[in-house]
């Protein structure tokens, strides 16, 4: 499995690729960690490159979610697809988190502005 992370002020994005399995879930905790250190709480998952998705990592995607949301932020997944696709409907995912097609539409409104503050 390949990671990438692109962070932007309070928002990030994590592409995945490949089959995220147990040797590479701890890493993916890992670094999901250090962007919640970086302040980053709202976060879009770009699954498009996943091929397989294990119980464990759906956990992590699982607990990434909840975080997001204490931290009154959202996490956002893009791109899930094929036997990825079909993990989130066994297990229900995809009616708990917000599923996009791709990037540009997962990040229409995402994060959301603030209102300037007027006095």
């Known amino acids: ?11 990030c994005a994590v592409l995945l690729t490949g089959r995220l399995e147990p040797p590479h879930v701890e890493a993916l905790e890992q670094q999901l960690a250090s962007v919640y250190d970086l302040g980053c709480k709202w976060l879009l998952f770009d699954l498009s490159g996943l091929d397989y998705l294990g119980s464990l990592g759906l956990r992590v995607f699982v607990a990434a979610a909840k975080r997001a949301k204490l931290l009154e932020g959202e996490a956002r997944f893009c791109g ?10 066994l297990t229900r995912l995809s009616e708990q988190v917000p599923l996009f097609d791709n990037r540009f539409e997962a990040m229409k409104g995402f994060p959301p502005t603030e209102s300037p503050v007027t006095h």
Do not use: A, C, P, Y
């Open 1 to 11: 499995m390949n990671m990438q992370v692109e962070r932007l002020g309070d928002f």
């Open 80 to 89: 899930v697809h094929g036997l990825v696709k079909q993990v989130f409907d």
